[in-house]
Antibody, heavy 117, light 106 residues
Framework: QEQLVESGGGVVQPGGSLRLSCAAS????????MHWVRQAPGKGLDWVAF????????YYADSVEGRFTISRDNSKDTLYLQMNNLRLEDTAVYHC??????????WGQGTPVTVSS | EIVMTQSPATLSVSPGERVPLSCRAS??????LAWYQQKPGQTPRLLIF???TRPTGVPARFSGSESGAEFTLTISSLQSEDLGVYYC?????????FGQGTKLEI
C-alpha cells in the first residue's frame, strides 16, 4: 500500500523554526518527484514546494521562498521541509504529496503547524 | 504566478441536479489542470487531470472540459456523497496554484 506519513509539526513562536518529515512506503520513493502542500484552518489548498526525484530541481511558492527549504534522502525514503523564520500566516496542516501533475497521486494525512506567540 | 479563479464560492444544490463548476486561469495553462474533491477531515481526492481525464475509480458522473482559459467540472447527477469543496489546480508552470475552492452544500 502506497503511503506517506508526515511528522514534526507542533507549536512554535513567530520567528522560530521547525523541520517536517514525510516518510514514504509501498512505492519506490527515489523515482518520484514530491511536493509539500498546506491548508490553513478553514481555508483552501496552498502549494508550498517541489523537489524532483533526484533533488536536482526545486521550486517554492513566493510566500515561502528564502524561508523554507525542501530536501530529500532517497536512502531513507524521506522528504523534508525545513521551515525558518515562521510567521503567523504559516499556521496550517502541511501535507506531502506525490504526483501533483499526474494521476498517480498519493497524499499524506498531514502534520499541523501552529505559529503563535 | 498564475491565478486560478473559481466560481461560485458556494453553491446550493439538490440531489439529481446537474452541477457545473467553473475555474478560470489568469493565463494559459494548456490542458495542465486538475480537479479535486475534499470532504471535511479528509485529504483531497483527484477527480480529473489533464483537464478532462478521469483516473481509474472516479465515477463517470464527473467530467471535465476546457475552453481556452476556462475550465469546467460537471457533475451530471449530483449524489449526496458529492457534497464538499472542489478545487482546481494548474500544473503548467511554477509555482503550481490552486483555486480558492467551490463549496457544494444543500
Amino acid at each position: 500500500q502506497e503511503q506517506l506519513v508526515e511528522s514534526g509539526g507542533g507549536v512554535v513562536q513567530p520567528g522560530g523554526s521547525l523541520r517536517l518529515s514525510c516518510a514514504a512506503s509501498g512505492f519506490t520513493f527515489k523515482k518520484y518527484a514530491m511536493h509539500w502542500v498546506r491548508q490553513a484552518p478553514g481555508k483552501g489548498l496552498d502549494w508550498v514546494a517541489f523537489m524532483s526525484y533526484d533533488g536536482g530541481s526545486v521550486y517554492y511558492a513566493d510566500s515561502v521562498e528564502g524561508r523554507f527549504t525542501i530536501s530529500r534522502d532517497n536512502s531513507k525514503d524521506t522528504l523534508y521541509l525545513q521551515m525558518n523564520n515562521l510567521r503567523l500566516e504559516d499556521t496550517a496542516v502541511y501535507h506531502c504529496a506525490r504526483g501533483l501533475s499526474s494521476s498517480q497521486q498519493v497524499w499524506g494525512q498531514g502534520t499541523p503547524v501552529t505559529v503563535s506567540s | 504566478e498564475i491565478v486560478m479563479t473559481q466560481s461560485p464560492a458556494t453553491l446550493s444544490v439538490s440531489p439529481g441536479e446537474r452541477v457545473p463548476l467553473s475555474c478560470r486561469a489568469s493565463q494559459s495553462v494548456g490542458r495542465n489542470l486538475a480537479w479535486y474533491q475534499q470532504k471535511p477531515g479528509q485529504t483531497p481526492r483527484l477527480l480529473i487531470f489533464g483537464a478532462s481525464t478521469r483516473p481509474t475509480g472516479v465515477p463517470a458522473r464527473f467530467s471535465g472540459s476546457e475552453s481556452g482559459a476556462e475550465f469546467t467540472l460537471t457533475i451530471s447527477s449530483l449524489q449526496s456523497e458529492d457534497l464538499g469543496v472542489y478545487y482546481c489546480q494548474q500544473y503548467n508552470s511554477w509555482p503550481y496554484t490552486f483555486g480558492q475552492g467551490t463549496k457544494l452544500e444543500i
